[in-house]
């Protein structure tokens, strides 16, 4: 039985189109995905992003905790950066990307996929031995919004009263609740929500971390605003994938580690150690035997998640891992996993489509540039 | 609200087909087309290939997940309707209107193993 997130009687009514992701029953679309996806690179959406977990970890080994099991390196970083990065197997493989907030010193909010949160939990308490930390999972307690795009600054700080425009990229803080927005304490975190600077879509926008009921009253103050549209999961797989964001599950899991997905730069070799460090230093050293490449094809038949490519001799060499016709620059074009031999620019591919091959080419895996507020 | 068009056949996966003669056009219906939202794509077969009743012979793309196309009757393609391959957007406009493709019919008896439009509407209904 999947999870309701705080907002799905909201969905409902709506009248979204609700389907199971990651444990939880979640709007796909409320009218449809192009229009949802054009409103964030053009004005402003509000995504439901409450099925995202949330672990919490200080104590005094905390950062030393977090620079064991995270591939990034938070040393030293100032309260209120944030990083991206993974949570690897010694092999490689990838457990989960996350983001992690500086909160304090020794005081880190570790934000995870919501597919990955009993097994993510799992492995963090496994790999707590010779810490002396607190690990707290707090999802259940959370909400998330995401409101994304160029007017989300306006947005979130005349419709909700939340002052945001200080925050630079890859930041956040501790904000009071707005006094219009406030409401009976409702336990746990009562009074403060956690918002930052980050998203998904590849445009400017906040994520804003409260309890069940202040997420419940923000989401009705933006929808009734008007200048914000609810936006479903549909458009935030478009949105991302058109700027390279990868998805847990399609462009990284435990086949599939950093390095071959190209995200190496979130993983600090230069670190002391971080669990899975030895086998990047290898893959880095040896090569690895496939790599995740962007194709674009020729005609606008749909590569799909899966879908076989194949080079220029009818072999297959690779799989599919996203693909979609881009709504932002009208091509067809996907993520795949190939041999690292056809992973080099201009490399001519093909995808198979159900029963025809379509001509492509290998391209970067940015389909469309990011427009963040730096 | 979805339109049920009088006069054609329907299947059972939403395609109808309107017959002419010795012809058939097939397209889908209305309520398919809603169903599936914004059409990014049609996946069309050529002309002289051959359909078989109940067997898939092209697909329907919204931005999220390819629908396949089952054909109701068999017979060859003698025409696809090529307005489509730049403007998949007009099976949103009217589904009826725009048919997929044109197949000379091989066993006319099949169309009864079809739809009348009141019977398609129940069947939507259920």
């Given at each position: 039985m999947e999870k309701q997130t705080c907002l799905y009687d909201r969905h409902v009514a709506l009248g979204a189109l609700m389907s199971p992701f990651g444990g939880f029953i979640m709007p796909i679309q409320y009218s449809n995905i192009t229009d949802e996806h054009n409103a964030v690179r053009q004005h402003c959406g509000v995504f439901d992003v409450s099925h995202m977990g949330e672990v919490r970890i200080t104590g005094p080994d905390a950062e030393r905790y977090v620079q064991h099991i995270f591939t990034n390196d938070v040393a030293g970083a100032p309260v209120g950066q944030i990083y991206y990065g993974m949570m690897l197997y010694?092999?490689?493989?990838?457990?989960d990307d996350l983001l992690v907030y500086k909160m304090g010193e020794n005081d880190f909010f570790l934000v995870i996929n919501a597919a990955n949160i009993d097994k993510d939990v799992a492995w963090m308490k496994e790999h707590t031995a010779g810490f002396d930390i607190k690990l707290d999972h707090q999802s259940d307690y959370y909400g998330q919004l995401a409101v994304q795009g160029p007017e989300a600054e306006a947005v979130v700080e005349e419709v909700l009263g939340i002052p945001c425009s200080e925050l630079k990229f890859y930041t956040a803080k501790v904000a009071a609740v707005p006094s219009a927005l406030a409401a009976v304490p409702d336990g746990f975190p009562s009074g403060q929500i956690i918002i930052s600077?980050?998203?998904?879509?590849?445009e400017d926008g906040f994520e804003i971390y409260g309890s069940h009921e202040f997420t419940q009253k923000a989401w009705d103050k933006l929808i009734e605003s008007g200048r914000c549209k609810p936006c479903g999961l549909g458009c935030r797989d478009t949105l991302r994938f058109e700027v390279g964001l990868p998805l847990y599950g399609d462009e990284?899991?435990?086949?599939?580690?950093p390095v071959m997905a190209g995200?190496?730069?979130?993983?600090?070799?230069?670190?002391e150690e971080f669990i899975g460090k030895e086998a990047l230093v290898e893959q880095k050293a040896n090569g690895v035997p496939q790599k995740l490449v962007g194709i674009e094809l020729a005609d606008k038949a749909i590569p799909r998640h899966g879908y076989p490519v194949l080079n220029t001799d009818g072999e297959v060499v690779g799989e599919v891992t996203t693909g979609y016709?881009?709504?932002?620059?009208?091509k067809s074009v996907c993520m795949a996993l190939v041999k690292t031999e056809f992973a080099k620019l201009d490399t001519p591919l093909a995808v198979q489509i159900r029963k025809k091959v379509f001509p492509g080419t290998v391209v970067k895996k940015k389909f469309y540039d990011k427009h963040y507020k730096k | 609200m979805a339109k049920f068009e009088e006069g054609l056949r329907y299947s059972e996966s939403h395609e109808y087909i309107r017959v002419e003669g010795e012809y058939g056009f097939v397209g889908i219906s209305d309520y398919a087309q809603h169903a599936l939202g914004n059409v990014v794509y049609v996946d069309m077969p050529e002309v002289d290939d051959e359909v078989t009743a109940g067997e898939e012979f092209g697909a329907v793309e919204s931005v999220k997940a390819a629908s396949d196309l089952i054909s109701p009757v068999s017979g060859t393609v003698v025409?696809?309707?090529?307005?489509?391959?730049?403007?998949?957007?007009l099976l949103n406009e009217d589904a009826f209107a725009n048919w997929i493709i044109k197949v000379q019919l091989s066993d006319k008896s099949e169309l009864e193993n079809l739809m009348d439009a009141k019977a398609y509407e129940a069947f939507c209904a259920e």
């Open positions: 010694p092999n490689g493989g990838t457990v600077r980050t998203g998904y879509t590849g990284l899991s435990a086949d599939i580690s995200l190496s730069m979130f993983c600090k070799l230069d670190k016709h881009c709504l932002s620059v009208d | 025409e696809v309707n090529e307005a489509l391959e730049d403007k998949p957007e």
